[in-house]
């Protein structure tokens, strides 16, 4: 497999493998995680048992929010993948969309504007304190610095800084 296809495949296939944990391993992002993933299925079962399943994602959903002091809503669109290795403080507004193996480090914000919501393509990564806002498309391995205010599209495989955001460096372009 070439960079190319690997680059494709990181931003349109999830890897699960960076929301696992093992049974009893402390990791409250991958668990709080864990809760929105079991919500998202039980709603989409059938059953006597389904009711149950769903209230009880929603207590696990709670708990974990509190522990991680992260803001998801258990709605949340969010491709697989995602990885948060320090959840405190993460925003993410209810309507916004996270592609897969994104990465969002502490005190992001993905907030709404009376225009819109953000769309994050697959496999951005999104530094410490960074807000994306309004009706934004950030395009796949794009990268986002840390404190950076993001109110204007971001195109695929750029790096942006800055308040207001600017586009840095593009990959392939000097």
């Known amino acids: 497999m070439d960079e ?12 699960w493998s960076r929301e696992t944990k093992r049974f009893g391993q402390w990791y409250p992002s991958r668990s709080l995680l864990a809760a929105i993933r ?6 989409a079962r059938r059953g006597p048992l389904a009711y149950l399943r769903e209230r009880l994602a929603v207590q696990r959903h709670r708990f974990w929010s509190i ?9 949340s669109v969010i491709g697989g993948g995602l990885l948060l290795p320090h959840p405190n403080g993460i ?6 969309r996270i592609g897969p193996n994104c990465l969002l480090f502490q005190q992001v914000t993905i907030g709404a504007t009376q225009r819109g919501v953000p769309t994050l393509g697959g496999h951005v990564d999104v530094g410490a304190g960074a807000k994306i806002l309004g009706p934004v498309m950030i395009g ?7 404190n950076a205010v993001v ?3 971001v195109p695929a495989g750029a790096t942006a800084v800055g308040i207001p955001a600017r586009i840095v460096a593009i990959d392939g372009q000097d």
């Not at 079991?38 to 709603?43: C, F, S």
């Open 4 to 15: 190319a296809d690997e680059a494709m495949r990181l931003a349109t296939v999830p890897d």
């Open 38 to 43: 079991a919500w998202h299925a039980a709603r």
């Open 67 to 75: 522990v991680t002091g992260a803001d998801i809503p258990i709605d």
């Open 91 to 96: 925003v993410i507004h209810p309507a916004a």
């Open 140 to 146: 796949d391995h794009a990268r986002i610095g840390a």
């Open 151 to 153: 109110v204007s599209d």
